[in-house]
């Protein structure tokens, strides 16, 4: 009965060791969990500085000669990015809504997304 008492209670000590081993990598996976998803958010509030630190440059309100490359570089691939779009709205006889911003018919009068009334300038013929 002795050897019985101890085998047991051997056991029950070692699946405690186990378990507290399993409350601990259980405890650390959250810790990890959580210090990803703080890390996601810093992310994020790093890019919306660096997008308020952008505009106060392209407005004129802030100079800084470190940031000239990366701003040009920023300049470049919107650029690129807004010949696509204009590529695609051509292709799809769209045009960009003014006000909204939202892709309109070529042809309509109105934004059927706001409302707003659409000129026809040549003025702001700015591709090609
Ligand atoms: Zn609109």
Redesign the pocket.
């Known amino acids: 009965m002795d050897f019985l008492d101890d085998v047991v209670s051997k056991a029950k000590e070692a699946i405690d060791i186990a378990s507290k081993k399993t409350g601990d990598a259980v405890a650390v996976q959250k810790q990890k969990f959580d210090i990803a998803a703080i890390e996601s958010k810093l992310a994020k509030d790093f890019q919306s500085l660096g997008e308020l630190y952008y505009k106060k440059i392209k407005s004129g309100k802030e100079t800084d000669e470190s940031a000239a490359a990366i701003v040009n570089a920023i300049n470049e691939k919107i650029g690129k990015i807004n010949t696509l779009k204009n590529e695609i709205n051509s292709i799809k006889h769209k045009r960009i809504?003014p006000?909204?911003g939202?892709a309109v018919d070529d042809t309509s009068n109105y934004?059927n997304?706001?409302g707003?009334k659409l000129t026809y300038e040549n003025a702001e013929n700015t591709d090609e």
């Open positions: 809504c006000e909204c939202a934004c997304s706001c707003a």
